[in-house]
């Protein structure tokens, strides 16, 4: 059975068939050193939502604040639904897939946003929160 897995791109990858980095930058550093082997900066929050999540976490606003960056990110997601296809592909077909962010906590992440889109549509899918 597929896993759908969601971690810290700068920990341990999981043991996922597609490791996807979910962010709107990297470094070539973490690319080549973290084995991230897709970079999908589509599903990443654009640049004025990231610069404004920066801008909570240096004032120490993002937990206050949190509501409406997922409103604000879903209907970014909404607007662009193709780019989540191949994901559903890799998981209908058996294959394990893990989104990576740099954020650490994941309940304040857009890799578990994602992870909750994807279980909409197949529900039956285990995930793995790290």
């Excluded at 084995?35 to 909570?56: F, M, R």
């Excluded at 592909?89 to 058996?94: A, D, K, N, Y």
Aim: with cysteine.
């Amino acid at each position: 059975m597929p896993v759908l897995y969601t971690f810290n791109v700068m920990k341990k990858p999981p043991p996922a068939d597609y490791l996807l980095q979910v962010t709107s930058y990297t470094r070539k550093r973490d690319w080549t050193s973290r084995s991230i082997g897709v970079w999908c900066p589509q599903l990443a929050p654009s640049k004025e939502l990231t610069d404004q999540v920066n801008d909570w976490k240096q004032n120490n606003r993002l937990f206050q604040n949190w509501d409406g960056f997922v409103v604000s990110y879903l209907e970014e997601q909404r607007r662009k639904p193709a780019h989540l296809e191949q994901v559903y592909r890799w998981l209908e077909g058996g294959r394990s897939v893990a989104l990576g962010c740099f954020c650490e906590e994941p309940c304040v992440c857009v890799r578990s946003l994602l992870a909750e889109i994807i279980l909409q549509r197949l529900p039956q899918i285990a995930v793995d929160l790290r």
